[in-house]
């Protein structure tokens, strides 16, 4: 049988076409990506959409029917998983439940007959914060333990690319939140590439430098996490990246920084490089927390079509960059600590999600209560209106894809 693969292996992992078919099903769908050496890299999306079957085929576990992986100027892509300067961390951790702490760790160094494994061993326990715990057995352990074991044991091998495959999946959301802060910690320190699998939006923006939200087999949209959650070039990524309220409008008057967008009642400004080009008709887009409430006049107007603002009607058309939707109810206000969540009804009828932060209790207003929204327009986008409104919202994400 050949020997381990070597640990020596550098550079940036690519995947070019990279496709894979099961019978008539395409799992993975032409990926192109091209990953930096030293990154934290994340895979996003629902079940089913290819991310875990691109993992695999990282790994040598599943043959690509088509396309080709690289390790900086070593093509693995048809190597055997043990030959590939590769480790894998599983959601389920695989530990040998007889062997302690230490054994686990040191199984994969002692099996290549690797030298000082003593001095190697304790330098990843101490960085993994494991040095108390190296005489236990797993079953002695929390899952968070467990889960560093798991960590500890891949990385003493010094492979080009780490794979993680929902590793945080079985812990507890306390628990899951300082792993993440950990997982992060410990990547910067050892520089190895990192490619983590997740269905978990707030998993990846934590960690990740880069994050590829992927869809039906293919990459929806591609970016660091801030660029991804303020810029989404789609409505599946608007969707599945965080929440969105999405506004059906009609482009009115284009200029060179920003543009003019009608809604059902009113009109909103746009950033004009945040505007697709060649159509008219847009979704409007702008997260619930770039929203904030204000408590209108009693008796301003809710059911027409013009704005209200103090009782008084608002201009047709927004100015200074502060965008405005008057004659609007309260229909749910859920308390929720630092911040409230508000089911807000728009004189059209559609209901917007607002989360604001509960700076006093005298502040958050009641079912009933009539307000007016307002949003800077720096924080608004707008897509296509082809595009389907609902992509990415209903999804399950309890499956890895």
Not at 317 to 327: C, T, W
Request: hydrophobic share 40%; proline share 5%; glycine share 10%.
């Amino acid at each position: 049988m050949a020997g381990p693969a070597s640990t020596d292996v550098s550079g940036d992992l690519v995947l070019s076409s990279l496709t894979k078919r099961f019978g008539p099903f395409t799992a993975v769908d032409g990926v192109d990506l091209n990953i930096p050496q030293g990154s934290f890299f994340a895979l996003l999306g629902p079940s089913g959409c290819g991310k875990t079957t691109t993992l695999r085929m990282v790994a040598g576990l599943e043959q690509p029917t088509l396309g080709e992986i690289r390790i900086g100027s070593r093509d693995i892509t048809y190597d055997k998983p043990y030959r590939r300067p590769v480790n894998t961390v599983f959601q389920s951790y695989a530990l040998f439940p007889h062997l302690s702490v230490w054994e686990n760790v040191a199984f994969g160094l002692k099996r290549r007959r690797s030298e000082q494994v003593d001095k190697q061993v304790a330098d990843v326990l101490e960085l993994t914060e494991l040095q108390a715990l190296a005489t236990r057995k797993p079953g002695q352990l929390s899952g968070g333990q467990q889960q560093r074991v798991a960590l500890a044991r891949a990385i003493v091998n010094k492979p080009a690319v780490l794979l993680l495959d929902e590793p945080l999946g079985a812990l507890d959301l306390k628990l899951r939140r300082q792993m993440q802060v950990e997982l992060k910690r410990i990547q910067t320190e050892v520089g190895l590439t990192f490619v983590h699998v997740t269905h978990d939006q707030e998993e990846a923006m934590t960690m990740a430098d880069t994050i590829a939200v992927m869809n039906a087999g293919r990459i929806e949209q591609l970016g660091a996490p801030a660029e991804l959650y303020e810029n989404p070039t789609s409505t599946f990524a608007a969707n599945f990246l965080g929440q969105s309220n999405l506004i059906r409008a009609t482009v009115r008057h284009r200029q060179a920084d920003s543009a003019t967008v009608a809604l059902p009642s009113g009109a909103v400004l746009v950033p004009a490089s945040r505007l697709p080009g060649g159509v008219d008709e847009v979704w409007v887009g702008v997260r619930p927390e770039k929203i904030s409430v204000h408590g209108e006049a009693a008796h301003g107007g809710a059911g027409g079509g013009d704005a209200v603002h103090g009782g008084a009607a608002a201009p047709a058309e927004p100015s200074m960059g502060l965008n405005r939707i008057a004659g609007a109810v309260v229909t749910d206000a859920s308390f929720m600590g630092v911040s409230t969540q508000y089911l807000v009804r728009t004189p059209w009828g559609q209901e917007l999600m607002v989360f604001e932060q509960n700076r006093s209790s005298a502040g958050i207003h009641r079912p009933g209560d009539r307000v007016s929204l307002t949003f800077a327009a720096e924080h608004t986008f707008a897509l296509d209106a082809g595009q389907d409104s609902e992509a990415g919202i209903e999804l399950d994400a309890e499956a890895t894809g």
